[in-house]
């Protein structure tokens, strides 16, 4: 909401991470309102707009966690 001034919502997928060996970290993706889902699919492909947008969420979500 900070980055996008979209309304976030939690969402729930399958799969595993390694989260729960991070003492401080936590496992998320962004998936963004009509985003095409072609995850460890062929021709996986993200829209360059939700790239960005991605890349600055992440990079504040690690400076926040390092604090």
Do not use: C, S, W
């Not at 970290?25 to 998936?31: F, L, P």
């Not at 707009?49 to 926040?64: E, G, S």
């Amino acid at each position: 909401e900070e980055h996008t001034g979209q309304k976030g919502e939690e969402q729930i997928i399958g799969g595993g991470t390694f989260g729960r060996l991070l003492e401080r970290g936590v496992a998320y993706g962004a998936m963004f309102p009509d985003y095409i889902d072609t995850m460890h699919q062929a021709n996986e492909f993200m829209d360059l707009d939700d790239l960005f947008n991605a890349t600055a969420i992440y990079a504040d979500a690690i400076y926040r966690l390092a604090k």
